[in-house]
């Protein structure tokens, strides 16, 4: 990987943490594309939304001749509850409801993962595609723990209007899958994607 530079798709400073455990040099170019998406099944959305954000920021870098290989990691994470996704909240009504959906049951949080590798030898760009899924169990919860949480503004730029490694992980009864995923990024898979694909 040493000729290849690294970047990140993302402005999230949590992807950004857990990006860094991998011991890789990268940057970070945020996406700029309006995030729309024709598909309706999670897994699927995640993956093409992860997808346009890398190939965004790929082809701004190669408009722009770049001197060596670049590989772009682009992510996305929703939540799925009952089949129905749910993104960041817009308002604090929003998160509300959100919460009011998941509390006392379980759901899914689905985060999809897009490598896209540019060679510049050959001017050839190789993608390659993955999305990881972990089920959370959330305890039942008052409307007012609702409340208390939303107050603390840490609701509204999280998918399902929630952070599991914030204030909210009081709420969390148990996890079947990989942590890091909710957080924003399966970073164990990534890291062993990253090393296969950049063989």
Same mark, same amino acid.
């Given at each position: ?23 890789? =040099? ?14 309706? #099944?999670? =897994?699927?959305?995640? #993956? ?19 001197? #060596?290989? +670049?590989? +772009?990691?682009?992510?996305?994470? +929703? +939540? ?6 749910? &993104? ?8 509300? !409801?959100?919460? !009011?959906?998941?509390? &006392? ?18 001017? *050839?760009?190789?993608? *390659? ?14 409307? =007012? ?55």
């Amino acid at each position: 990987m040493n000729h290849t530079k690294i970047i990140l798709a993302s402005q999230s400073p949590r992807r950004r943490e857990l990006m860094e455990r991998t011991g890789l =040099d990268f940057e970070i170019i945020t996406s700029e594309i309006e995030e729309k998406t024709t598909e309706k #099944q999670p =897994d699927k959305v995640v #993956q093409e939304l992860s997808y346009m954000k890398a190939l965004d920021v790929l082809n701004r870098i190669r408009s722009q001749k770049p001197s #060596q290989s +670049v590989l +772009v990691v682009g992510a996305d994470t +929703v +939540v799925s509850v009952g089949g129905k996704i749910l &993104g960041k909240p817009q308002t604090p009504e929003e998160a509300f !409801s959100m919460i !009011s959906e998941i509390q &006392g049951a379980t759901h899914e949080v689905y985060t999809g993962v897009s490598l896209l590798r540019y060679q510049k030898e050959s001017g *050839k760009v190789a993608a *390659k595609v993955f999305s990881e899924c972990t089920e959370v169990k959330v305890y039942p919860m008052t409307e =007012d723990e609702i409340s208390r949480y939303i107050a603390t503004g840490d609701c509204m730029d999280k998918a399902g209007a929630y952070g599991i490694q914030g204030d909210f992980g009081v709420y969390v009864e148990k996890i079947n899958g990989d942590y890091n995923n909710v957080v924003g990024l399966p970073v164990a898979r990534l890291y062993h994607e990253l090393k296969d694909f950049m063989e």
